[in-house]
Structure formats: structure tokens, C-alpha cells
């Protein structure tokens, strides 16, 4: 065997290796994320005082742990963010997947949150169901929630989401779009909005914490399932007041 294969050879050996690592990552963070989510509402009740009354050191220590866990799922979700941008130049592990369920799974994992603020959320599913796709599960969750975590962050409480899905029969793709009544995107933002560590002025000053790599991770990931990702926005409120919302899509072929 010349230089040129064993090289080869080593290189296909670190590419599984980088692979197998990336999923262990990737498995062990939506696991942690799942749990600390289910924690941080539990603490919410707690501290609203849904389950009794405390006492005030009682409160004082509650806070604490929920301030803690808030921080912990901020990290979960930047390794999870990070994990995936480095996984761009790795092509997707395809299988036949019923998108459907991923979604109402994601749905259910932020319906606590959803619940406290207060936010209706609802999906519109198509009545002849949709089938199923060829896409990278892991990947494709990470777009999802990416949209949904967004969609609720960047809305006011009593807010409302819609979120649909139609197979586009004649181009042979399923539809994905997310509207909120939020923030919107002000229009000397939109063109940034898919940048590396990009974050929108008036997104900054709703939620402070954000690693600017949600959109930029789910446009590579989408674009590497052939698909596009696109939004719509009449523009957004700097203080965070009235706005139409944002409505973000995404197309993906089904082979």
C-alpha cells in the first residue's frame, strides 16, 4: 500500500471517529436538554407558588436552582448548536423518517414552556398525512427546534404560533412554515439573519442570551438536504411592541 492510501485509509478512520463522537454528543445533549426542561418547569411552579406557599428562604433557594438550570440549558443547546456546525462539512446519515412525529415530539418538549407564557401553539397537519422523507434525524431536529425555541422566545406572552405542513406534490416536498406574532425582523436585519454569530438588534434586547448560530446552523443544514430555508417579516419593534411576526420556511425533498 503507497502513502497516498494509508493516508486514505486514516482519513476514512478519523472521519468515523469524528462521526461516532458527534452522535454520542448529539444523543447526550437532547437527553440532558429533555430533562433539564422538564426540571425548569417543575421550578417555575414552585416559585409561582402553584404547588403551596414558601417561605422566603424557601423562594430564595428555588430561584437560585432555577437560575442555575436556566444556565445549564443554555449551554446543552450552544453544545448541541456547535456540535452540528461542526458537523456541516460531513454529509447527512439519510433514512426514511416520518417527519410528522419529530415534530409533534419537539412540540410536546416545549409545551411547558408554551404553557407558562401563556402562548397558543398549534399545528396544522394535513388531512391525507404527509409521507415519508429521506433526511438526517438528528440534523433535522436540530432545525426544528431551532424555529419553535424561536418562535416562542422572540413572542409576547398570550402570544400565538402556528406552525403547518403540506406535501407540495407537484415538486415533490413537504412545506414547513412557523408564524409568530413576535418581534419581527427589522429590515436592515433581514439580510444578516442567516450569519455565523449574527443576532438582530431588537432580538438582543428581548432575550440577551443567544449564541448567533441557531439560523446559520439550520440554513447549512437544510441546504445540505437540498432544501431552502426562507422567512418573511414586515419588519420589527427595537422596544419589542406591536409587530406582524416573522413566518420562517422550509422545503425539503422528499428523496
Known sequence: M?????????NEKLK?????????????????RTSLSALKWILKMLIDKDLGKLTVEQEGFIKKAFDSNEHMITLVNNLLTLNHTGEMNMEPKLEKINLLKIIEQILFEFSGETFNKGIELTLLKPEDGL????????MMRVVIQNLVENAIKYSQPHGKIVMSLRHK?????IEISIHDNGIGISKENQGNIFNKFFRATNAIKKESIGSGLGLFTAKNIVEHHKGKIWFSSEGGSASGGESPGTTFFVTLPIN
Do not use: G, R
Not at 409521507?131 to 434525524?137: F, G, K, L, M, S
Not at 406534490?169 to 416536498?173: C, Y
Open 16 to 32: 468515523k471517529i469524528n462521526a461516532d463522537k458527534a452522535n454520542l454528543v448529539s444523543i447526550s445533549a437532547h437527553q440532558l
Open 131 to 138: 409521507p415519508e422523507i429521506n433526511c438526517d434525524t438528528e
Open 169 to 173: 406534490k407537484e415538486s415533490n416536498e
Open 2 to 10: 503507497d502513502e497516498i492510501s494509508k493516508l486514505k485509509v486514516e
